[in-house]
């Protein structure tokens, strides 16, 4: 999921890389990703609510902003938002369910 936001939001010219995207979008260190790919992990629900959060204001200020096209983009970034929240309740769901 993480790795499709990233690529999503590189195609729209919100992020440069890699590094600038665990920076500014999860809020972590520049190698987050990086070493989360190197060792096979999935981002925590903690940084997935981070994104989903960012997106989603990112994507209210393009809204409010009266600039032909930024629609479009606020569309897509509140479409990323939505994705990560139903990520994070789908794994939660499961988490739940194997506890019972």
């Not at 936001?5 to 990703?33: C, H, P, T």
């Not at 190197?38 to 990112?58: E, F, W």
Request: charged content about 30%.
């Amino acid at each position: 999921m993480i790795d499709r936001i990233y690529i999503e939001l590189k195609r729209l010219g919100a992020v440069r890389n890699i590094d600038e995207f665990s920076s500014q979008w999860l809020g972590m260190e520049r190698s987050y990703m990086r070493v989360m790919r190197a060792k096979g992990r999935q981002p925590s629900a903690k940084v997935i609510a981070t994104c989903a959060a960012r997106l989603r204001s990112h994507g209210k200020h393009l809204m409010s902003m009266d600039r032909r096209g930024y629609d479009v983009v606020a569309s897509a970034l509140n479409y990323l938002a939505d994705r990560c929240i139903e990520d994070m309740i789908t794994r939660y769901e499961v988490r739940l369910d194997a506890h019972q």
